[in-house]
């Protein structure tokens, strides 16, 4: 049985982790994050779900510590994954996999790369995004795709509903990714860097209202970071 060590956060870590397993995968082992006293818990959480199915899971403070690449290492995986892990993963863990390490981005690489990409892709007014599995490299979101799937941004989705049809996207792509993967049939493809766009993370104050700005920008931060994220104001 193929073997694979999962790093994983959010609603899609808990679907992704959810798909692995329905697709036979022997997850030996789940990282995860502790919930931050100080933020909205208002998705889903992959340690319970590791839990249900009996997988071992721990939240370590720092992934890429000797102690924690030690523990992967023992589990001698196949495969590495990560979907919506908040840490970048470092060389030592990304070649701790014999099979490879990949993983599962909320944008249509190469567009978006980064943090929070569905709340940039609605700022900017971007009508599709989607879910792309990626192998991973020591540069955030910058490997060869396996493959992607593209949803639709309507004029008034909030990030919260783009999310949700990402979230279904990811469990998507990864079902049907995951046979070729195990076969070693899988074609990856190279990024065009010329394409590339990069982002950071938001915080609350970048929801201050600029009111000279047109409507149409307006209204596409008020539904980028409005309920469950802090809000324009």
């Known amino acids: 049985m193929t073997s ?5 956060y959010h609603n899609v870590g808990v679907r992704c982790l959810s798909a692995l397993l329905a697709r036979g995968v022997d997850v030996r082992l789940v990282l995860t994050h502790e919930d931050s006293p100080g933020e909205n818990i208002w998705f889903d959480s992959v340690k ?25 290492r023992a589990c001698e995986p196949d495969f590495l994954f990560s979907f919506y892990y908040r840490q970048m993963l ?18 249509l690489l190469p567009k978006y790369r980064g943090r929070v990409p569905i709340n940039w892709a609605i700022l900017h007014g971007e009508t599709e995004t989607g879910a792309t599995l990626h192998a991973m490299t020591e540069k955030a979101d910058a490997g060869d795709i396996v493959d992607q799937i593209a949803v639709p941004i309507l004029p008034d989705d909030t990030a ?13 792509v990864l079902h049907r990714s995951v046979p070729p993967l195990l076969a070693g049939t899988a074609k990856l493809t190279p990024q065009d860097p010329s ?8 915080r609350p ?3 201050v209202i600029e009111w000279r700005r047109p409507a149409r920008e307006v209204h596409n931060l008020v539904r980028a970071v409005t309920r469950p994220y802090p809000g324009a104001f």
């Open 90 to 107: 470092k060389r030592p863990l990304l070649a701790s996999a014999r099979r490879g390490a990949y993983n599962v981005h909320g944008s």
């Open 205 to 207: 104050e970048d929801g």
């Open 48 to 72: 319970n779900r590791a839990l249900e199915n009996r997988v071992p899971t721990e939240a370590p403070a720092d992934p890429n510590a000797d102690d924690v690449l030690e523990r992967v």
């Open 195 to 202: 394409k590339a766009s990069y982002f950071g993370g938001r």
């Open 160 to 172: 919260r509903e783009v999310l949700d049809k990402v979230t279904v996207a990811a469990e998507m």
């Open 4 to 8: 694979a060590v999962v790093f994983a």
